[in-house]
C-alpha cells in the first residue's frame, strides 16, 4: 500500500519560512508528477506547486516568487520551500504523487501564519 507522509507544517509569523516534506513510498519515484495543494477552511483544494518527472516546475500567481518545489529521487522525496509567508498560506498542505492512473495523496499537514 503506498503511503506519504508530510512533514513541516507549523505556525510561523508573517514573513517568515516554513519547508514541508513528504516522502512516498512509490516503486519507480522518478517517474511520478509531484505536487503539493492547500485547502483552507471553507475553499476548495487548490494547486500551489508541481513537479514534473523532468524536474520542470509551475505555480500559481499566488506564490510565485514565493514558494520553490523540489525532489529527490534517490530519496523519494518532494519538498515545498515557502518564504515570505502571508495569513492567507494558512490552510492544510497536502501532498500529491501522480503518473498514470496512480494518484496518491498524503493526509495532509497544517500551515498557521498568524501574529
Known amino acids: 500500500q503506498v503511503q506519504l507522509v508530510e512533514s513541516g507544517g507549523g505556525l510561523v509569523h508573517p514573513g517568515g519560512s516554513l519547508r514541508l516534506s513528504c516522502v512516498a513510498s512509490?516503486?519507480?519515484?522518478?517517474?511520478?508528477?509531484l505536487g503539493w495543494y492547500r485547502q483552507a477552511p471553507g475553499k476548495q483544494r487548490e494547486l500551489v506547486a508541481v513537479i514534473s518527472s523532468g524536474g520542470s516546475t509551475n505555480y500559481p500567481d499566488s506564490v510565485k516568487g514565493r514558494f520553490t518545489i523540489s525532489r529527490d529521487n534517490a530519496k523519494k522525496a518532494v519538498y515545498l520551500q515557502m518564504n515570505s509567508l502571508k495569513p492567507e498560506d494558512t490552510a492544510v498542505y497536502y501532498c500529491?504523487?501522480?503518473?498514470?492512473?496512480?494518484?496518491?495523496w498524503g493526509r495532509g499537514t497544517q500551515v498557521t501564519v498568524s501574529s
Open positions: 512509490v516503486s519507480i519515484f522518478s517517474i511520478y508528477t
Open positions: 500529491n504523487v501522480q503518473y498514470g492512473v496512480n494518484n496518491y
